[in-house]
């Protein structure tokens, strides 16, 4: 016990200077929006990006403890037009959430990271002078302590010895806790200077206030491609901002679920038109939603690049439970893995139950000529259809099946096997059409394009057509109706009527209900004859 104190203290020490030093030297190569950058901590209480040579730094505040920062080198990216990547860049600022999010689960990786480092470096340390202390044994370490009381009585040898151990320990410590090798150099020293002061006409767009580029050619000759980015930021954040806005004055067209009920919005081929995100949650919010059905094409091409927009959606919808399966643009295994990541319950081929809903799906087998998975189709969706179907029909209790393709859908609903299915990809609206299948009624249904894609890639300051969401409502975990909310180019939200989805147990109810109707009605013409009858007896 004598010994644990200090042992304790010797930990800290180590441990404490060594993990703040390896977490000031670590760096990490993330993809943020369309760059792979490099992203590293700092002690400066600023996020700093740095995008090159031709282009000024940028740095903001950041409140955070100790002062921590980040310092973020911005490097290459897929783009080849460089008009076309500052408007890419302008929309994915305007709804940062997603990739700062990312950012900080990276700082916070890389803090624990260090933090158990340093940890082992403390507790080796530590073990390395208890196993000094007992091998060293009581008698001995009286005897040194009395010839460190007494100095004068040692030998050279001796003092030599004591001496060079103190120094090896001293180095130690120093070569593990003090950074080496010169301060990085600059070829000009760069002031900061709010946006505002370097770029007219910025004045009016709040978020600039704190936000400062550096001082240099690099500012001078870059304004002109800054300007063109934060006007795109300013329309996006102006025409997404209103549409959120918006959400409330359309909350009373929007059927709520009863307290048995669970409503679901579904999404699809949002082609990461992360502006939207923010739309549909206050929506889902409004309509007091529990789950989210995304039926795929979530990206453009499915490269690593396109993680800030499934970023944007883990932030967007993090309060629900989500389900998804990936598009053919989102072939190639990354979408799948982030959707993942993001907590989603990416269905693969076997009924899995998500918010008291039991689901069956898969992604797309398919690939387009855009995405990172070009030439490595899995099979045809046609198959896949009669696949599902087989699952479906032996499970007998599918709610829904998701797919990405209406097509994928038609050997399930010939089938009977399922109440309802849902799909994306065709970018407008289908159905809801009902089909009496083999086993029973299913009731088929495709959303349009989330993201108002007019193809492939939606991100841009507007909604290049219009867009749609729907609201699925379920009762005891069946759906009972459906209620499209579209949204137009000019960002106004309309609201559709609710329908009822007609399923077996819907039917076997009219019935029941007719059949009891009938019943009443026969057991009141009874007893009115009956009463007849008994009052002809009696005459």
């Known amino acids: 016990m004598k010994l644990a104190v200090p042992l304790v203290v010797v930990w800290a020490l180590v441990s404490i200077p060594t993990a703040l030093w390896m977490f000031d030297h670590d760096d990490r190569t993330v993809v943020i929006g369309a760059h792979t950058t490099t992203v590293s ?189 934060l006007q795109t930021y300013r329309e996006s954040q102006e025409f997404y901002g209103d549409m959120e806005d918006r959400v409330p004055e359309i909350a009373k067209d929007i059927r709520k679920p009863d307290d048995e009920q669970t409503l679901a919005v579904l999404i699809s081929d949002r082609h990461d038109n992360i502006g939207m995100d923010p739309v549909v949650a206050a929506i889902a919010r409004e309509a007091r939603a529990e789950l989210i059905i995304d039926a795929g094409d979530d990206t453009s091409t499915g490269g690593p690049w396109e993680a800030f927009s499934i970023n944007s959606m883990e932030r967007a919808y993090e309060d629900f439970d989500k389900v998804a399966v990936a ?39 398919r690939s387009s000529g855009l995405t990172a998975g070009y030439g490595e189709d899995s099979g045809s969706i046609e198959d896949q259809g009669e696949e599902l179907a087989d699952v479906a029909c032996e499970d007998e209790d599918v709610s829904t099946v998701l797919v990405h393709s209406p097509t994928t859908g038609e050997p399930i609903a010939r089938s009977g096997c399922t109440d309802l299915i849902l799909s994306g990809h065709l970018h407008r609206q289908v159905g809801p059409d009902t089909v009496t299948g083999e086993e029973g009624v299913t009731t088929t249904y495709t959303n349009g394009t989330t993201g108002g894609a007019a193809y492939a890639f939606a991100l841009g300051s507007k909604l290049r057509r219009p867009a749609q969401v729907t609201l699925v409502t379920y009762e005891d975990g069946r759906p009972i109706g459906l209620q499209p909310v579209n949204f137009d180019t000019g960002g106004h939200i309309h609201v559709a009527d609710f329908e009822e989805i007609v399923t077996d147990t819907s039917i076997e109810k009219d019935a029941d209900e007719a059949q009891k109707d009938t019943d009443e009605a026969e057991d009141k013409a009874t007893d009115d004859n009956g009463g007849d009858e008994a009052e002809g007896s009696q005459e």
């Open 41 to 229: 901590p700092t002690f400066d209480a600023h996020a700093t990006l740095d995008f090159g040579p031709l282009l000024p730094r940028l740095r903001m505040p950041v409140d955070a403890p100790f002062d921590l920062g980040v310092s973020i080198d911005v490097g290459d990216t897929d783009v080849n037009d460089l008009d076309e990547l500052f408007a890419r860049d302008a929309v994915i600022a305007a709804q940062p959430e997603g990739e700062i999010g990312k950012v900080q689960s990276h700082l916070i990786g890389m803090a624990v990271d260090s933090a158990l480092r340093g940890a082992g470096v403390g507790l080796i340390a530590t073990l390395m002078i208890a196993v000094g202390w007992h091998v060293t044994g009581r008698e001995r370490r009286a005897l040194v302590w009395r010839r460190v009381r007494d100095v004068r009585s040692a030998s050279r040898k001796e003092l030599g010895i004591g001496g060079l151990t103190l120094l090896l320990f001293v180095g130690a410590i120093v070569l593990i806790t003090v950074p080496t090798g010169p301060e990085p150099e600059s070829a000009a020293d760069s002031g900061w200077r709010p946006v505002p002061d370097v770029i007219p006409g910025t004045g009016d767009i709040e978020e600039l206030d704190r936000i400062e580029l550096s001082t240099g050619s690099a500012t001078r000759g870059g304004v002109t491609l800054i300007e063109g980015a």
């Open 327 to 365: 598009g053919n643009h989102d072939k190639g295994g990354f979408v799948r893995e982030a959707l993942e990541d993001a907590g989603f319950e990416v269905l693969d081929g076997e009924p899995v139950e998500v918010a008291g809903i039991r689901f069956l799906g898969a992604s797309d087998p």
